[in-house]
């Protein structure tokens, strides 16, 4: 298996016009084209994809968003396309190459590809939610060669110095490996989450140190906490410590009331220095006010949102499924109607149906 063959030479059931142009080097470096997974029928019940053949069906027909190669975009679906490659390939289960070649290669005694929820040291999963409270989640995916292998802190950092120091899984000296983890430069860095969980890889490069931080809860806490502590090596310091952008919107909101969120969030949002995107932000908190079924207040930041980009389908597929969460198809029909005229053939990221049925 080469860096650019193209997918048509693993018979992977992708059409023609898509297989014969997207190569390895694209799908790792997230040039291939593919859209992420999030899309409507996963985001519905992610707990139902639960083979690696079912997620792969989710977006083999669709279009690509760009021509491979020609931009960026990150997608977890092209290392899934990855892994069923590498099956195919190996005629072995994507968990079977992970501890053959990997955990049992390195002796990481306590890493698994599976959840394993009785597990001396498994941890419980919570989401930090917008009013500064905790909730439980529990497992809300499946693990996939996109993510969710489970380990210890001790064992992520065994495999990033047997990755970057030793020759048990790459070799040294490899132009290609040099290349793609950098490194003949300084530093390194590894992040992901989900639900319930985040973590974090710092590489310092330089002067031989790993950092590895584990969450148990998600919003990125892993990254924050591994970047202060890479800052306070380097710099002796680190930077103010402050509200998470969802709570800092939530508190603004309830202190200031409606009318004043309204006319003064954006500013105050900019000027407290946050520099996260806040359409994201506005539309995350709208959400979980959803989830709660906070019908005011979830509205109000809705709509909102739609105040600040109002040519945005987007904004108004948000909308749309606030009405259906409250039971209005109606008026879920009608806003959903505003996203596809100002962009036609617009799909929802919510309701796979588009708010047909």
Same mark, same amino acid.
């Given at each position: 298996m080469k860096l650019n063959d193209t997918l048509d030479k693993f018979d992977l059931g992708f059409p023609q016009e898509v297989s014969s142009k997207i190569t390895i080097e694209h799908l790792?470096?997230?040039?291939?084209?593919?859209?992420?997974?999030?899309?409507?029928e996963y985001r519905e019940n992610q707990l139902a994809f639960d083979t690696l053949s079912k997620k792969l069906a989710l977006l083999k027909n669709s279009s690509l968003l760009f021509e491979p190669g020609s931009d960026h975009r990150y997608s977890n679906y092209g290392y899934i396309v990855l892994g069923a490659i590498l099956e195919k390939v190996s005629k072995s289960s994507y968990e079977q190459l992970l501890n053959r070649n990997i955990f049992e290669r390195i002796h990481l005694n306590n890493t698994t590809l599976k959840v394993e929820n009785f597990a001396k040291g498994q941890s419980t999963r919570y989401s930090y939610l917008y009013d500064s409270s905790i909730k439980e989640v529990g497992v809300t995916e499946h693990p996939d060669p996109a993510g969710g292998i489970e380990s210890t802190v001790e064992g992520v950092q065994k495999f990033y110095r047997e990755l970057f120091y030793g020759n048990k899984l790459l070799s040294q000296t490899s132009a290609i490996n040099i290349k793609a983890f950098a490194m003949g430069g300084d530093h390194w860095g590894a992040y992901g989450g989900g639900a319930g969980v985040s973590a974090a890889v710092e590489v310092d490069l330089v002067n031989n140190i790993e950092i590895v931080v584990l969450a148990n809860t998600d919003n990125l806490v892993a990254e924050l906490i591994s970047g202060r502590i890479l800052s306070y090596i380097n710099k002796g310091s680190y930077e103010t410590i402050k509200l998470l952008e969802i709570n800092f919107a939530y508190n603004y909101y309830k202190e200031e009331g409606k009318d004043k969120f309204y006319d003064s969030f954006k500013d105050e949002y900019k000027k407290a220095g946050y520099s996260k995107f806040i359409g994201r932000v506005i539309n995350e908190l709208g959400m979980q006010l959803l989830?709660?079924? +906070?019908?005011?207040?979830?509205?109000?930041?809705?709509?909102?949102? +739609?105040?600040i980009f109002p040519k945005a389908p987007q904004v108004y597929d948000s909308l749309a499924f606030a009405h259906y969460k409250k039971g209005d198809l109606k008026k879920a029909k009608i806003t959903f109607q505003k996203a596809q005229e100002l962009k036609p053939g617009f799909q929802s990221d919510y309701i796979s149906s588009n708010y047909e049925n």
């Open positions: 790792l470096n997230h040039r291939s084209g593919f859209e992420d997974i999030f899309i409507a989830e709660v079924k +906070s019908w005011d207040e979830a509205f109000d930041i809705m709509n909102y949102l +739609s105040s």
